[in-house]
């Protein structure tokens, strides 16, 4: 048995060879919108396109699975704000963050919450990718970022219009 490698993302370039090589010949850039360049997600979205569905389709089935393990992340809100105590006020801290600034530090995701139990909940998130050799953390996949952006807008309008 070999050693274990984790595959990066790929370029637009090889990303748009993968999704042509799958049958998906229009719309590469408005699919790579949605998916990033992660096999998962492009492959999947490949396969729906490939059985008839539209690009629409595509976004919101990817969003459901986002919305599905939100759903199953114990003790965060699936919404925010955070309601549900310490974790769930640094998760939507930590989401917050990184939608206003596109990353947050790793230095501000482990001040955000300081005890070890929350902190290595958050850690194990499958929401986060943490980058340790630049010190940040960004979404785990552009559809997780597509979804939290939204999420936080559907927030933020509310709030404005509470403060209006």
């Known amino acids: 048995m070999g050693g274990i490698i984790e595959i990066g993302d790929l370029s637009v370039e090889q990303a748009t060879q993968y999704l042509i090589c799958r049958g998906v010949n229009e719309n590469i850039p408005s699919v790579l919108n949605i998916t990033g360049t992660r096999f998962t997600q492009m492959g999947a979205t490949a396969t729906q396109l490939g059985a008839g569905a539209s690009l629409e389709d595509c976004r919101a089935s990817l969003s459901r699975r986002v919305s599905l393990e939100l759903w199953g992340l114990r003790g965060v809100s699936p919404a ?16 917050d963050g990184i939608v206003q600034h596109g990353a947050v530090t790793k230095t501000f995701f482990d001040d955000t919450a300081p005890e070890k139990d929350d902190n290595d909940i958050l850690y194990s998130f499958n929401i986060f990718l943490i980058d340790h050799f630049n010190e940040q953390v960004t ?10 952006r939204a999420t936080m807008g559907v927030f933020q309008q509310q709030r404005n219009a509470m403060t209006d």
Do not use: H, N, S
């Open 80 to 95: 925010p704000p955070g309601t549900r105590g310490t974790l769930d006020e640094a998760f939507w801290t930590i989401v």
């Open 139 to 148: 979404f785990r996949t552009r559809a997780v970022e597509l979804y939290m």
